[in-house]
T-cell receptor, first 112, second 114 residues
């Protein structure tokens, strides 16, 4: 069953803590993306990776970090430097041969 | 990144009516314009997309109208149904620049009432 899997679905973080959101895809896509969704703000790009071992900052990269050690995986770490991390986080992937981007089901992060 | 401006922010339509959502873009390098549909608690899914070589694309009850000179495109949902109640995002990207990320509008929350 091909697709993008994000885990966990819900995540709670204490202030000052780093947390890592998982994103795995078995679509053999080269590119992967992380977006943040806030009410009324649409989808804002955090980081993206077009190839293994390479990634670029998006519009709101401050307070986040990523790695791309494997084609299938693109984890996002929300660091303590991110002052307002409560949001819905979406991972997406895309093939170079196709214009369609596929999204995971999202992770809802809440700071407690 | 260049913006994609989407309106209205929210929309209420009677069952059977037409829902219209509009988007405008600035970057003339954009040549791929998808619309995504998102239900609460789920990830967005591609609904329909258009390239600028056509002015209209229709798939079932969903139609994209595209005006290249005005740099505007819109989604029309005919015979709107309660099951269409969702958030809709327009987006844009340069299609032939590899894996350049999509730029999204801020979304329109559609409610179809019986």
């Amino acid at each position: 069953d091909g697709g993008i899997t994000q885990s966990p679905k819900y995540l709670f973080r204490k202030e000052g803590q780093n947390v890592t959101l998982s994103c795995e895809q078995n679509l053999n896509h080269d590119a992967m993306y992380w977006y943040r969704q806030d009410p009324g703000q649409g989808l804002r790009l955090i980081y993206y990776s077009q190839i293994v071992n390479d990634f670029q900052k998006g519009d709101i990269a401050e307070g986040y970090s990523v790695s791309r050690e494997k084609k299938e995986s693109f984890p996002l770490t929300v660091t303590s430097a991110q002052k307002n991390p409560t949001a819905f986080y979406l991972c997406a992937s895309k093939s170079t041969l196709n214009t369609e981007a596929f999204f995971g089901q999202g992770t809802r992060l809440t700071v407690v | 990144q260049q913006q994609v401006k989407q309106s209205p922010q929210s929309l209420i339509v009677q069952k059977g009516g037409i829902s219209i959502i509009n988007c405008a873009y600035e970057n003339t390098a954009f040549d791929y314009f998808p619309w995504y549909q998102q239900f609460p608690g789920k990830g967005p899914a591609l609904l329909i997309a258009i390239r600028p070589d056509v002015s209209e694309k229709k798939e079932g009850r969903f139609t994209i109208s595209f005006n290249k000179s005005a740099k505007q495109f819109s989604l029309h949902i005919m015979d709107s149904q309660p099951g269409d109640s969702a958030t809709y995002f327009c987006a844009a990207s340069p299609a032939f620049s590899g894996n350049t990320p999509l730029v999204f509008g801020k979304g329109t929350r559609l409610s179809v009432i019986a």
